[in-house]
């Protein structure tokens, strides 16, 4: 996918190019003249393109990021945050235009939205169950820190204990990277397999680090949930622009959004069949188009890492508890008794930078799993309450 400059998006609108016929009229009735229903054809028109230059601006400082920022929980938290007013902002303008949501195209229109919301409920459903997944790694690293803690006199017990951990850590993440990127059958044949050494038989025994009471099935699939909610999305055509007074071009938008958002959460949190496969193709003259292009083709470029191929998730977080697993099991590994005095060292080094990857993900995973529930209620809420707006104006 090509990547579009900054300049190429900045100040531009959608409204320049599909609504331009109607805007020398729109600003004539907005300073005061024409009718009641040219002043309110006015006004939409300011609403939608607010909106999408309100989306636009978003997306441009999130692509803004630096490589270290990119795909890390604060990032991930920010562009939640972005869904989140994205999502309040369509609610708004679909509130102050409830009379045309039930008149065509725009009926067909709002309720494929709400459909591809409904899937977008599962990704939230297994998002949430990979942060819990991610929260038993991180235990497993507090087990590491709390053996070889700096106030501790480090001797063989304490080392054992660490390297147990740490060798039930490598199994149980790349135990995910083989339920995300092999298909379910494949899986759960390979559970035969890899539970027949020592170390696999103790992670069988921790209870296999995952849930009980698994938010999705054990036949679903990420990439094809995604794929699914991207399935037949198209920009509006023109007579179906004009029929629902531009409301078609909203409605495509925050579509759009929903499928980069919904794409992105999969990408960075271990879940069921990850992919990454989906087709972003969304029109230039769409203000945050360029920017949330850029931002598809930075993490897809950052999935083609020789290190990040088959990772069990692109979180920056995870990369780097994986990164200090290795070095301090191999450092473990090394380590001979009496312990000397510069090996000690050396351990003590390794455990401050564990510490600062723990955490992290410890003052980072709590937030995000409130921030993915809260997506999820305002999908539900704004679903119940659109198909509301619908019910009232065909019974009126």
Known sequence: ????????????????????PRRDQATDSMDGGGSPHHRAAAALEVELNNFQRQVADRFVDL????????????????????????????????????????KPPMDRMISDFYERSIK????????????DQIRQWQRLLEIVLCALDKEANLGEGQFHRAKKALIDLAIAMLDEKDSGSLSVANRNR????????????????????????????????AARQIQAIGNNLHPPRGNDIIATHGLATAVYTMNSVMLFVMWVLVAAIPCQDRGLQVHFSVPRQFTWAGPLLLLHERIVEESRKKDRKNACGLLREIHSMEMCNRLMSNLVDSVQFPLLEDKECEVRERVDELSKVYNVVKEGLDPLERQVREVFHRIVNSRTEGLDYIGKSNAD
């Open 63 to 102: 692509s803004g990021c630096t490589h270290s920022q990119l795909l890390s929980l604060p990032w991930i938290r920010k562009l939640l945050d972005i869904f989140l007013c994205c999502k309040e902002d369509f609610r708004v303008l679909l509130f102050n235009n409830k009379a045309l949501l039930s």
């Open 1 to 20: 996918m090509s990547m579009m400059p900054a300049t190429d998006y900045q100040g531009s609108y959608i409204g320049r190019s599909i609504l331009s």
């Open 190 to 221: 390979s559970f035969g397999r890899s539970h027949a050494s020592t170390a696999s038989r103790r992670h069988r025994a921790l209870g296999n680090f995952r849930s009980l009471s698994w938010s999705v099935s054990r036949s679903w699939s």
């Open 120 to 131: 977008s409920l599962d990704v939230c459903n297994a998002i949430r169950d990979g942060i």
